[in-house]
């Protein structure tokens, strides 16, 4: 009957990971009719930050990004040592394993929920939670094919690491509580923003054991063990978690060796690894800072400087709607209200569930903290959502409907969130002829090289083009105000001064913030009147530096311009910036209506919004010919007009802005191709990107 019971378990799982995997190739199917998302013959992954670990592949594979002080190492991240293990030893190419690797770690989720419900000898309640909860919104969006992120693990690793500590208190044996510890140990390397959640689901089976076992010496055991892998010593060896899992090991051995050890001396050892595991995890600032990073707004403050915080531009930290924070835990708001009560029944009728607190936690952190941390709650959830269910189906005595209705009730929760699945078309990061550009900027530059950009574009300028940057997805803080002024000034040669005087500081000490350190000095003011003049001197060229001005940035520029469009001395903004992108919609006479609701009055040299109207200084067409050379022709209104209008032809997209906007090196060097050949020189030009090399 075991060995049957046995079978029916790897059966449970089995399916429910195909069919985790199979929904995923949704996405798949769909993103494969455009030639577009494919390079190298494979499609391309979805996220940005996925080419911050594919950089860090390429570099233990083939030696690339030596000289980029910001390249992740192999032994750093999990994700870049099994990407790099499995493109070295199977068929699979580098392009193939972050597409899919997503999907096949993600899927295993499936293995700690259906096993968490064979604890209380409910396989089926585990399998359909599985189906469940391997497919909700949140934890689809962070984990589909093609979004190649640490997310992967997010939720995986956890609930392995919550299936161990509730098997530690349920069968109350030393053996579950090594694996919980072996899991935890392991943990960082797989997804080290987790401590905190790890940190405080250990606290709480502390809190647990004590209270319910505080007299057995299984307790004090089990809680060396976890506190031991818990705490985040460090060890002078290459393979530091494989260090830590020895050390584990090794307590483990030997508590078994020595079990006639009196209960008290384990009770001592326990309070001095808890009091260690405190002061070395610095639990609490920790858990504190977490949730204070994803608080702040406004600026942030850097010696004497104020800085613009970028948290409140990232859509993942910012405040959601309960309805979107309900469907993505849950698929909809009627399955949340349900999960959340089955959740508290499950409170109720089994208390180790009290030790998935923090997840829920977490995830419930992010109806204020931002929708990133919805992940965490959505296996929970999906247990607590089925088991409603499977509770309500105890009392119907008809065997048959008692099944049918937990299978029934999971197939409708599935409904919404398979449509989700099936409506969420999201492209990959960049097109084929995007890529092909930053190809082409490998073939002009050398490793050493650097290209300032945006951050949004850091990591796949890294891995298509093999060049550094100034700033990137992990390391977008006070540099943005380098690079933002770059892209924002009217003066060509602050641009061209600034971007040497700041790659070259960089590359001098890259473990400091480059912006506190210049403008930390002197006057901040005073410095950018220095550089635009060109009285400071700047320091020698020792590499090559390019400006990677893209099409896409268009639709993020006003943002890209809050970050240097202040006074660093007081935080305030020095212009207000006005742009908008648009495309025209009709024309009638001389009216031209715009899709954003706006109108062009030509005749009167007008710009109208409902009843205001303003004033306008000119009007550009941008015409983009066959050599990529930028034709230009202006009808100017007078110089007391308030906004400038460009028609960019070839994309049938129309730009308005304030005067101070039009000047920008951006639009300046990408939307009208005007540069300062003394200072610049063109090496790519496309439709969708122009790049510049300093000449200087």
Do not use: C
Not at 563 to 569: A, P, Q, T
């Amino acid at each position: 009957m075991e060995k049957e019971n046995r079978r029916t378990l790897v059966l449970y799982i089995i399916v429910a990971y195909l069919f985790s995997f199979a929904v995923r190739l949704i996405w798949v199917h769909w993103a494969s009719q455009f030639p577009q998302f494919f390079w190298n013959g494979q499609l391309m992954i979805n996220t940005n930050d996925g080419y911050y670990f594919a950089s860090g592949a390429q570099h233990a594979l083939w030696g690339m990004h030596a000289d980029n002080p910001r390249i992740p190492s192999m032994w750093g991240y999990g994700v870049v040592a099994l990407t790099t293990w499995l493109t070295k030893f199977t068929p699979m190419s580098l392009e193939t394993v972050i597409l899919y690797l997503p999907a096949i770690i993600s899927s295993l989720v499936v293995i700690p929920i259906v096993l968490i419900a064979r604890l209380f000898d409910k396989p089926l309640w585990g399998f359909l939670a599985a189906l469940l909860g391997a497919v909700t919104w949140s934890y689809y969006n962070r984990t589909m094919v093609g979004y190649y992120d640490t997310d992967m693990f997010s939720a995986m690793a956890p609930m392995f690491i919550l299936y161990f500590l509730m098997r530690s208190v349920v069968r109350f044996d030393l053996h579950s509580a090594l694996y919980a510890a072996l899991m935890i140990t392991i943990y960082p390397f797989l997804y080290d923003q987790g401590r905190a959640i790890v940190f405080a689901m250990g606290l709480i089976y502390a809190g647990y054991l004590i209270w319910k076992h505080r007299d057995e010496r299984v307790t004090y055991e089990s809680l060396i063990l976890v506190f031991l892998a818990l705490t985040p010593y460090k060890l002078p060896v290459p393979w530091e978690y494989l260090a830590h899992l020895l050390v584990v090991s090794a307590a483990y051995w030997f508590l078994q060796r020595y079990r006639e050890l009196p209960l008290k001396p384990l009770m001592t050892i326990t309070g001095v690894l808890l009091l260690l595991f405190l002061i070395l995890g610095d639990v609490f600032p920790l858990i504190w800072h977490k949730i204070q990073s994803y608080m702040v707004t406004g600026t942030t403050e850097e010696g004497k400087l104020h800085f613009y915080a970028v948290n409140q531009t990232v859509r993942e930290a910012g405040k959601i709607p309960f309805e979107l924070f309900a469907k993505r835990i849950s698929g909809s708001v009627p399955v949340f209200f349900l999960a959340m009560l089955g959740y508290l029944l499950l409170l109720w009728r089994y208390r180790p569930f009290l030790l998935s607190l923090p997840l829920m936690g977490i995830g419930f952190f992010a109806y204020w903290g931002g929708l990133r941390f919805t992940v965490y709650a959505v296996p929970v959830a999906a247990l607590g959502a089925v088991y409603l269910f499977v509770w309500i189906a105890e009392y119907i005595r008809e065997r048959r409907l008692a099944i049918a209705l937990p299978i029934a009730a999971t197939a409708a929760m599935l409904v919404p969130n398979i449509e989700h699945i099936v409506a969420y078309k999201v492209p990959t990061v960049f097109s084929a002829p995007e890529v092909k550009d930053l190809v082409a900027l490998d073939k002009n530059a050398g490793g050493k090289d650097y290209t300032l950009a945006w951050w949004d574009y850091g990591y796949p300028i890294w891995f298509y083009s093999d060049t550094s940057t100034l700033i990137d997805g992990g390391k977008h803080d006070e540099d943005n105000y380098i690079v933002s002024k770059i892209l924002q000034t009217d003066s060509p040669t602050l641009a061209a001064n600034l971007s040497r005087l700041a790659i070259e500081t960089y590359v001098r000490n890259p473990h400091e913030k480059v912006a506190p350190k210049l403008f930390g000095k002197k006057d901040p003011n005073l410095l950018l009147a220095e550089l635009e003049s060109g009285k400071v001197k700047l320091p020698p060229k020792t590499r090559e530096i390019y400006l990677y001005l893209p099409l896409k940035m268009l639709n993020i520029f006003p943002t890209v311009i809050l970050f240097g469009n202040l006074d660093l001395k007081t935080g305030k903004a020095l212009y207000r910036p006005r742009f908008f992108v648009t495309r025209p919609l009709k024309k009638e006479g001389d009216v031209l209506a715009l899709s954003n609701g706006l109108l062009i009055d030509f005749a009167r040299g007008k710009l109208r919004l409902g009843k205001e109207e303003a004033p306008l200084r000119r009007f550009v067409i941008a015409t983009l010919d066959r050599d990529m050379k930028i034709g230009i022709k202006e009808q100017n209104y007078g110089s007391d007009g308030l906004y400038s209008v460009i028609y960019m032809r070839n994309y049938n997209q129309i730009l308005v802005m304030d005067e101070k906007t039009y000047h920008s090196l951006y639009i300046q060097m990408f939307v009208l191709g005007h540069y300062d050949p003394k200072l610049f020189e063109p090496v790519v030009t496309s439709p969708y990107t122009r790049i510049y090399r300093l000449k200087r």
